[in-house]
């Protein structure tokens, strides 16, 4: 289990489900949502001011926010309010 805190909060809980709460470019969410986009267990999440990144337990690291200067690393500058895979890091280990 794991939880991080900021203008938006997430946990994880012994399942390895992801669930976000609190205002943030998700949306605003005043109970804790269960994130669906991410299929496998997540294992570790870390939220910024305008980007969030969550890695599951195959290593596939999942990013979601404002994107406004590609920081999501997506190959694009469009935001992301679900949980959206990195793929240029597919096969290399994340942690």
């Known amino acids: 289990m794991k939880i991080d805190a ?9 399942e390895g489900e992801l669930f976000l ?3 943030g470019v998700f949306g605003e969410y005043p109970f804790p949502q ?5 299929s496998n267990r997540v294992q570790d ?13 195959k290593g596939i690291a999942w ?7 590609g ?8 935001p992301r309010i679900h949980p959206f895979p990195i793929l240029s890091l ?4 994340v942690t």
């Not at 269960?34 to 991410?38: G, N, V």
């Not at 920081?71 to 469009?78: C, H, S």
């Open 45 to 57: 999440v870390s939220l910024g001011t305008t980007m969030s990144v969550a890695v599951d337990e």
């Open 21 to 23: 709460w609190g205002r």
């Open 71 to 78: 920081e999501l690393g997506v190959g694009d500058r469009e």
């Open 6 to 14: 900021g203008h938006q909060s997430a946990c994880i809980n012994q």
């Open 34 to 38: 269960k994130i669906l986009t991410i």
């Open 63 to 69: 990013s979601w926010g404002s994107n406004t200067n």
């Open 90 to 93: 597919k096969g290399k280990i």
